[in-house]
Each structure stands twice: as C-alpha cells, then as structure tokens.
C-alpha cells in the first residue's frame, strides 16, 4: 500500500536508526513503500541531509547493482564536549570516592542515556576503521561493550577471570594487575574470536592498564589484531602504565582522600576522535 511522503521519511529514517552499518538496497524501499526509485532517492537525501545538520550520522550511499545506502552513527563534536562535561561534573561528586582512590560509576553506567552517548562516542573515534568485534573484560564494561558493538553492528565478547563451564574451551594468559602488581589470570572462549579478527577494547576504568595489557595479550594468543582502546575515565597512577597508547573519555586527576575530594578533567577523546 502506497503512503504518503511524511510517513515514508518517518519509517525510513527508524529503519535505518536501528540498522546502523547495515546496506540497504534502495529495491528494497521501493517495494516496501510501492514507490519509484526516484522518489525513494529524493526522501534519502532528505534524511542524508537532516541526519548531517543535526550531526545523527552519515549517511553513505554506495552505487552499483549491488548498492544501496547505509547509515554510520556518529557525535558532532559540540554534543561531544557537552556530554563530557557534564560527566566531568557527575564524576566529581564527593560520594564517589572509593578506597584505593577508586571512583563509583555503576550507577552512571547503569544509566541508559549515558550509555547510549558512551556508545556513540566510542563509535564515531573509529568510523573509518574495520572493526570486527569489540572486547571487555567481565563485569562493569559489559554495558559500554554492548553500547559500542550496537552503534558499530558488530559482536562484543567477554573475558573472563573465571573460567566458566558454558564457556567451553578458553585460551587463558597470566597478566600483572597494574595496581597491585599481582599476578593473575583471564581467559575467553576459543569460539569468541576467528584468526585476524580486528579487535576493539573498551573498558570502564583504567589505571596501570594492567587488565587492559591483558586483554591485549589474549588478542595476542588468538592471532587476532588489536585496533584501539577506549575507556570511560583514567585515574592518576604512579610509575609507568603498562599501555600508553589509549583514549580517556575522562580524566580523575586528583584524588584527596582525606578531604573525600575528587577532581575530574577531560580526558583525550576529543583531541583524538576530532582531528583539526
């Protein structure tokens, strides 16, 4: 049944929303709506145009037989800095602070609208580059895990420090916890990561990298390639981290645990995800 204009560009546009890196044949449209292929290509520039005004995304058109269009979300820089600052702010609340300069985020990363804007933000920083899965380390980067790998449409998949018996069989390495340089063990199912698999690590705290170092060396073992790494906040840590080549969406550079105070910056995401 044919349907007015206003109704296409609605459908249209949910559709792609919940289809992110998805090709879409424009057939495909055309028969859903009973319309030509000019008209459908005419409501696809009009969304191709809000969706860049509004900063939504992109929307890419690729030609040929085979083509289509297919919607790449990402974050304008200004709702970028916006987010983070206001995260800096909810960061820097006094009741945070943990012992061993910790900082309580489960309630924020329980939040779906922070979660939603997390993923986003992961997501736009690596736009131009192949990623086939996205790795975190059980528990608290589960939800920032699965944000990113929706917004990228790609699996994520948990390490574990436990070996779990539905996990079948798992390669484990031996790692050194960068803050209290003890060693200990992580392992992933032999069945989460095919061989030269590019792989995205996301996390939600850091701070000697110790955990993160050993996410890169399971990557190692399954003979798969280490894209990025991107965690929620960093804190100050003495002595050399065990990585240094990372993004921080936020930055805990001060911690005062007699005064119970906690100072919060932005962390580098934003010199690393918008380039001038």
Known sequence: MKIRRSERLIDITHYLLERPHTLIPLTFFAKRYESAK???SEDLGIVRRTFA?????????????????????????????QFITEMTARL????????????????????????????RLIATQYVDQKIDAVMTVATKGVPIAQSVSMYLNVPFVIVRRDSKITEGSTVSVNYVSGSSERVEKMELSKRSLPRGARVLVVDDFMKGGGTVNGMR???????AELVGITVFAE????????????????????VNSQSD????????????????
């Open 53 to 81: 005004t509004r900063g939504t995304g992109i929307l890419e058109t690729v030609p040929g037989a085979a083509g289509g269009v297919r919607f790449i979300p990402t974050i304008n820089e200004e709702e970028a800095k």
């Open 38 to 40: 000019s008209s459908i």
């Open 92 to 119: 820097a609340e006094q009741s945070r602070l943990l012992p061993g300069g910790y900082v309580y985020l489960s309630d924020l990363l329980g939040q779906p609208e922070v979660l939603r804007q997390v993923g």
């Open 261 to 276: 105070t906690i100072h919060v910056k932005a962390g580098n995401y934003l010199q690393r995800a918008f380039k001038h």
């Open 217 to 223: 060396s399971l990557i190692t073992e399954f003979e």
């Open 235 to 254: 804190s100050t840590f003495d002595g050399p981290r065990a990585i240094d080549d990372y993004t921080a969406l936020l930055s805990v550079d001060k």
